[in-house]
């Protein structure tokens, strides 16, 4: 038995070691050339109890993912020793067409987790994929390969998620967007939450708020044994980004303002959470975190039918203006050089919305971007944490979208637990406000609980904002059929998440045509 580990014995072996590795692998193994790689691993319990992921499809090809964790919960339950990891890619799902197959080196300074990236795979195609350790083979995982460059043609049907807060909900929505057959799913953040565990909770976290780099890994580990989040990985590639509970609720870049830190050790803590984050997803080599930076914004292509641009509004954000929270605008929500993206991500997005010749142009990203106004009668209260606080640079963005309307903005949004559809306006409060793009607000997978389709602000959200079209505060998700002619989104909603079983239902159906901005109901 190995004297770090009571799951994994070992047989140890010294030599070369033949193997695909992809370039980080690679530097890491280089780094270890006097280590010992078990190639043998014999495991007491499943090691792939985290399931398998596939993420950020290209034409030709994926990355695939999985870590090895046979004690998911405290620590993982592996020896600080790198293993072999063996993957194979078929395509059929009882692999008897294998078309890849190859070794990767799960090192231990990466959580034993392993991020392959495929290449030179078919266009719009489906593929099987699983991992092998030791003795022990993975779950099966399901991909798909996006259509050829210039192929618009063929159809996507996608979802997005947010919130699934573990504590406050079981993920029921999960099931039933699976039995949607997405080919892509796209999660728009607080994919965990930091705080501690909550005695009175559905199910419950373990331990105290999250600060160490192990801390951040069994949480996640913790969300990644649930079966219906598994199964909705296992399913079809994901697009991920964050939000803020991944790291500390409603951060913004290194500023410690909610807690006692100083700036470096604020700094420390968040290079803590994106290592766990970036162990956890399906990212590619690109998004590899540097201490506290991490590149997680990125362009997703879909033949020349959609292209996703994921967003991190949070890594490089100003502070938010006014002290934050919800209240009447102050001088700083006008503040030109405020912005949630930073100077660079907001040219890399402005430049590539300008320039892109997709049918579809998707904003994956975090705060909602409508100005919502939250106070009923004359009184104005908006979100600083949203785009709201951050005016100008919002103008910025919906004049993008103004300039070009052949590029049919979407703007998708997760964040606060509830669905909205919102037309988005320019010139909004000059008497000749225009519609120049759509947002979809997804609802929280299970944060906040079972809901009400009518929560207690729904009147006054609906009384002050003629241009938010729709709000509800069930748990669910969205989805979305993209086409060369329109983008059909079905708000869907499940009755209750306080125990499994809920039913899911769709409340609200809405439509963008092509070239013509704005919702028409469904
Ligand atoms: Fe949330």
Redesign the pocket.
Known sequence: MHPESPYVHALRRRGFFKSTLSLAAAAAWASRADETVLQRPVFVADPFSLGVASGDPTADGFVIWTRLAPDPLQGGGMPKDPVAVGFLVSENDAFTRVVRQGTIVATPDWAHSVHVELEGLEPSRAYWYRFHAGEATSPVGRARTSPAPGDGASGLRFAFA??Q?YEQGFYTAYAEMVADDPGVIVHL??YI?EGAAKADAVRQHRGGKLASLDSYRDRHALYKTDKLLQAAHAHCPWIVTW?D?EFENNYADDIPARSELSRDAFLAQRAAAYQAYYEHMPLRRSSLPHGPLMQLYRRVSHGSLAEFFVLDTRQFRTDQPCGDGVKAPCEGVMDPAATLTGVEQERWLLDGFRGSTARWNVLAQQVMMARVDRAPGDEFTCSMDQWSGYEVQRRRVLRAFAERPDANGIVLT????SHWANDLLVDEGTGAPKVVAAEFVGT?IS?GGNGRAEPANHAVIMGENASVRFHSGQRGYVVCDLGPDRCETAYRVVDFVDRPGGRVSTAARFVVENGRPGLVEG
């Open positions: 947010s919130c807060h953040g607080d939450y939000d509970h997760g964040d606060i637990h929280s944060s």
